[in-house]
């Protein structure tokens, strides 16, 4: 490690611990040749999660992005941020362990409807309006049909749609 002020790469660690948010490690280091202190912290290196768009563009995984979306279908609806931000947090580890690198974006729609259907739905009719491209008034009312009808059979099955 370079010495900020000197540039020589001799120092020693003095001190190292945990950073605040436990996502990385924080090391006091002195170097030997100047005697000037400097922090430096050591972060695990993440392969980022590519999304595979509908048109068929790559583009890497935001959960600020999702955040919104969501955010957005759950305007004025009463559910709480930590309950969303729960699900992203859910969300983003089933991403990131998941075997696949490239993930398609209809596979994340689907678990967000998923979990929108379960918290409100008004918010899962809003986030689908939007997701599945409604048309016009007639798309809608289909959806709100199979959300009247499920609720009506006691299931909260998806649909049957997939990618």
């Known amino acids: 490690?370079?010495?900020p002020f000197c540039g020589e790469v001799?120092?020693?660690v003095i001190d190292s611990r945990l950073s605040k948010d436990g996502n990385a490690v924080r090391r006091r280091r002195e170097c030997i040749d100047c005697q000037r202190r400097f922090t430096t912290f050591e972060h695990i290196e993440e392969i980022p999660v590519m999304i595979i768009?509908?048109?068929g563009r790559r583009e890497?995984?935001?959960r600020e992005k999702v955040r919104?979306?969501?955010l957005r279908a759950c305007e004025k609806r009463?559910?709480?941020m930590n309950a969303i931000e729960s699900f992203l947090d859910e969300l983003e580890r089933d991403l990131r362990e998941s075997e696949e690198k490239e993930i398609p974006s209809c596979i994340i729609g689907e678990k967000i409807m998923s979990k929108l259907h379960?918290?409100?739905d008004v918010a899962y009719v809003r986030f689908a309006s939007v997701y599945r491209e409604f048309k016009d008034v007639n798309d809608f009312m289909s959806e709100l049909k199979r959300l009247l009808d499920r609720?009506?059979?006691g299931s909260r099955a998806e649909d049957g749609k997939t990618c």
């Open 53 to 55: 768009k509908k048109d």
């Open 60 to 62: 890497i995984f935001s």
């Open 10 to 12: 001799n120092n020693k």
């Open 68 to 70: 919104l979306g969501i």
């Open 151 to 153: 609720e009506k059979n």
């Open 1 to 3: 490690m370079k010495c």
């Open 118 to 120: 379960e918290l409100d």
């Open 78 to 80: 009463g559910i709480s």
